[in-house]
């Protein structure tokens, strides 16, 4: 083989250590530096260390404005950056949590869509805030990840339906829990998508050759999933007699209880 047919293999192998000493770079600074953002300081890490025990409510006291995100936000994330914190003692540790969605979505797209890994890393990196959100504890870059691939599996099944597998479709509603349970804001869009996305799957049903519809264990499996993405709005409307809180409903008048709007 000469050295021109060895060209795009090299090439390959340049952008693969690239992209990996750029992710060890990442995950170095994300390690090594404090977050000192706004949401950061005012309550990713103090809900982190709050949720790990590592912080006391007598140590650190939640202002009411705080309180009731605290009590009404989904906690996933936190609780991942809790964990993190808890196991290696420091307080850089949840600023990995950026990490943990944006590179199970360059796994999906690969699985998915059959693009490299590299490819798939370097277009997502090459986005400013993408790249800044990797050595940061807010929380956005992981729910957005998972929203995105939860709207790459539904593409997925529109476009190659024969190829939807019941893996997929697990997948789908595994990304719907993890998207409600970690950020209010995308609670409606996670909703639409999944309703959009059953809409489709029941009146193209003949064409998903893959799926395993009449087994009742896909749909257990897929209504736990389900149950779980909801865990949030339901504790909130037992506690508070609302889904959304600390967001008001509003519909001419308040309807139900919210102080979102209120002042810190």
């Given at each position: 083989?000469?050295?021109?047919?060895?060209?795009?293999?090299?090439?390959?192998?340049i952008l693969s250590l690239s992209?990996?000493?750029?992710?060890?770079?990442?995950?170095?600074?994300?390690?090594?530096?404090?977050?000192?953002?706004?949401?950061?300081?005012?309550?990713?890490?103090?809900?982190?260390?709050?949720?790990?025990?590592?912080?006391?409510?007598?140590?650190?006291?939640?202002?009411?404005?705080?309180?009731?995100?605290?009590?009404?936000?989904?906690?996933?994330?936190?609780?991942?950056?809790?964990?993190?914190?808890?196991?290696?003692?420091?307080?850089?540790?949840?600023?990995?949590?950026?990490?943990?969605?944006?590179?199970?979505?360059?796994?999906?797209?690969?699985?998915?869509?059959?693009?490299?890994?590299?490819?798939?890393?370097?277009?997502?990196?090459?986005?400013?805030?993408?790249?800044?959100?990797?050595?940061?504890?807010?929380?956005?870059?992981?729910?957005?990840?998972?929203?995105?691939?939860?709207?790459?599996?539904i593409w997925a099944a529109v476009?190659?339906?024969?190829?939807?597998?019941?893996?997929?479709?697990?997948?789908?509603?595994?990304?719907?829990?993890?998207?409600?349970?970690?950020?209010?804001?995308?609670?409606?869009?996670?909703?639409?998508?999944?309703?959009?996305?059953?809409?489709?799957?029941?009146?193209?049903?003949?064409?998903?050759?893959?799926?395993?519809?009449?087994?009742?264990?896909?749909?257990?499996?897929?209504?736990?999933?389900?149950?779980?993405?909801?865990?949030?709005?339901?504790?909130?409307?037992?506690?508070?007699?609302?889904?959304?809180?600390?967001?008001?409903?509003?519909?001419?008048?308040?309807?139900?209880?919210?102080?979102?709007?209120?002042?810190?």
């Open positions: 083989m000469n050295w021109r047919a060895r060209l795009p293999q090299l090439g390959g192998r992209v990996l000493l750029l992710l060890i770079a990442l995950v170095r600074k994300a390690w090594m530096d404090l977050d000192f953002g706004w949401d950061s300081l005012a309550y990713h890490l103090p809900f982190a260390g709050l949720r790990a025990g590592i912080l006391s409510p007598h140590e650190y006291r939640l202002s009411r404005f705080m309180l009731e995100r605290y009590n009404g936000f989904p906690i996933l994330p936190n609780r991942i950056q809790a964990a993190l914190w808890r196991i290696t003692s420091r307080i850089q540790a949840p600023n990995l949590i950026g990490l943990a969605g944006l590179l199970p979505l360059a796994g999906i797209v690969k699985g998915v869509f059959r693009v490299p890994l590299t490819y798939s890393l370097v277009a997502l990196l090459a986005i400013p805030v993408v790249l800044i959100q990797t050595t940061s504890s807010y929380v956005d870059l992981f729910s957005n990840s998972w929203m995105a691939a939860m709207l790459l599996l476009v190659e339906p024969e190829c939807f597998s019941t893996r997929r479709l697990l997948g789908v509603f595994a990304c719907f829990a993890i998207v409600l349970n970690s950020k209010m804001q995308l609670e409606p869009v996670a909703l639409a998508a999944l309703g959009v996305f059953l809409a489709i799957a029941w009146f193209r049903r003949e064409r998903y050759t893959q799926l395993a519809w009449h087994k009742p264990g896909i749909v257990a499996a897929a209504a736990v999933l389900f149950m779980i993405g909801l865990a949030n709005p339901v504790k909130n409307w037992i506690e508070f007699g609302n889904p959304i809180y600390p967001l008001p409903i509003v519909s001419g008048r308040v309807v139900a209880p919210g102080e979102m709007s209120a002042k810190p």
